[in-house]
């Protein structure tokens, strides 16, 4: 991690955005004095006093950081009072402003000073190939190497959240124990609640329209974390919208799995469900998912209702 005088960190991915401050931290807080050169505030703090703390020389070390959470609760009054230190901000100070939304602003004076000094850093959801990649480092990381299969199982089941994937992935570690190789057959036998008749089965079913075993799957597992199923559901949705976007611009169906990241043993299935529904279907059934990731969040419907509901308008 190369550190910059600031840093405006955001997106969409919760989990990678704590392992990218934990990184800045990593490079910034080297030495015995790292108590001493660390500073934390919260978005109500006075911008006077996260100046004054970030315009501080560091002792005894080459880097202070100054770590300012919850940056999208920010008020205009406060960016105002920050934007100064942005324009000029202090070469051995390490300022990161993290912010949990998805989106930003760029309207702003404040956003303008960030992407003139190149301090942002979104955190967007990754692609399969950089979660792959993601994985397999991990992995390297406990000694250890994960097949191809067992790579794109587990991406699969982790319904592509970084925070879920790794959770499953130290249980697999464990699992694996003294196996040098993790195989696909570990996945399944690590103890996983996300299993053929589990999450992956559900958006699978979903995927066919085979509304009968759709919800005879979630009643098996409705004592999952509903963003989690929806997660899963999400990404079997998108996977078959892009086969169309791509199908219709004359792509050969042997190429789809080298574009989409997808194993060629699974792409076959995946070909056959995006046959099930109309380009018009699957635009609306991101809508729709959209609607329920919303409803889940703001508690608007009872929450047994949303996924069971979303369910038979998927399979119509």
């Given at each position: 991690?190369?550190?910059?005088p600031?840093?405006?960190?955001?997106?969409?991915?919760?989990?990678?955005?704590e392992?990218?401050?934990?990184?800045i931290?990593?490079?910034?807080l080297?030495?015995?004095?790292?108590?001493?050169?660390?500073?934390?505030?919260?978005?109500k703090?006075?911008p006077?006093?996260?100046?004054?703390?970030?315009?501080?020389?560091?002792?005894f070390?080459?880097?202070?950081?100054?770590?300012?959470?919850?940056?999208?609760n920010?008020?205009?009054?406060?960016t105002?009072?920050?934007?100064?230190y942005?324009?000029?901000?202090s070469?051995s100070?390490?300022?990161?402003?993290?912010?949990?939304?998805?989106?930003?602003?760029?309207t702003?004076?404040?956003?303008k000073?960030?992407?003139?000094?190149?301090?942002?850093?979104?955190?967007?959801?990754?692609s399969?190939e950089?979660?792959?990649?993601?994985?397999?480092?991990n992995?390297?990381k406990?000694?250890?190497t994960?097949s191809?299969g067992?790579?794109r199982?587990?991406?699969?089941?982790?319904?592509g959240?970084?925070?879920?994937?790794?959770?499953e992935?130290?249980?697999?570690?464990?699992?694996?124990?003294?196996k040098?190789?993790?195989?696909?057959?570990?996945?399944?036998?690590?103890?996983?609640?996300?299993r053929?008749?589990s999450?992956?089965?559900?958006s699978?079913?979903?995927?066919?329209?085979?509304?009968?075993?759709?919800?005879?799957?979630?009643?098996?597992?409705?004592d999952?974390?509903?963003?989690?199923?929806?997660g899963?559901?999400a990404?079997q949705?998108?996977?078959l919208?892009?086969?169309k976007?791509?199908?219709k611009?004359?792509?050969p169906?042997?190429?789809?799995?080298?574009?989409?990241?997808?194993?060629?043993?699974?792409a076959?299935?995946?070909?056959?469900?995006?046959?099930?529904?109309?380009?018009?279907?699957?635009k609306?059934?991101?809508?729709?998912?959209?609607k329920?990731?919303?409803?889940?969040?703001?508690?608007?419907?009872?929450e047994?209702v949303?996924?069971?509901?979303l369910?038979?308008?998927?399979?119509?």
């Amino acid at each position: 991690m190369t550190l910059k005088p600031v840093f405006y960190i955001y997106g969409s991915d919760d989990y990678l955005i704590e392992e990218t401050l934990s990184a800045i931290k990593a490079e910034a807080l080297k030495g015995g004095f790292a108590s001493m050169n660390y500073h934390s505030f919260d978005a109500k703090a006075d911008p006077s006093d996260i100046v004054a703390a970030a315009s501080t020389m560091p002792a005894f070390a080459e880097w202070r950081l100054v770590v300012v959470k919850g940056a999208e609760n920010f008020k205009d009054k406060h960016t105002e009072a920050l934007i100064p230190y942005v324009k000029r901000p202090s070469p051995s100070t390490c300022l990161v402003f993290v912010s949990m939304d998805a989106k930003l602003n760029r309207t702003s004076a404040f956003a303008k000073a960030l992407v003139e000094g190149g301090y942002l850093k979104a955190c967007e959801r990754p692609s399969d190939e950089e979660l792959f990649a993601w994985v397999r480092k991990n992995v390297k990381k406990e000694g250890k190497t994960i097949s191809d299969g067992a790579v794109r199982k587990l991406v699969e089941l982790g319904g592509g959240k970084l925070r879920d994937i790794h959770s499953e992935l130290q249980k697999i570690v464990l699992y694996a124990w003294e196996k040098a190789v993790i195989e696909e057959k570990d996945v399944e036998d690590a103890g996983l609640d996300c299993r053929e008749e589990s999450i992956f089965g559900l958006s699978d079913a979903i995927g066919a329209k085979d509304l009968k075993k759709a919800l005879y799957i979630y009643e098996k597992i409705s004592d999952e974390e509903p963003l989690k199923v929806l997660g899963s559901i999400a990404r079997q949705i998108r996977t078959l919208l892009k086969i169309k976007a791509l199908l219709k611009k004359g792509t050969p169906p042997d190429k789809l799995p080298s574009l989409l990241g997808l194993f060629p043993k699974y792409a076959d299935g995946y070909l056959r469900r995006s046959r099930k529904f109309s380009e018009r279907e699957l635009k609306v059934a991101i809508e729709k998912l959209l609607k329920a990731d919303a409803d889940l969040k703001s508690n608007r419907v009872p929450e047994p209702v949303i996924l069971p509901r979303l369910i038979m308008e998927l399979c119509g």
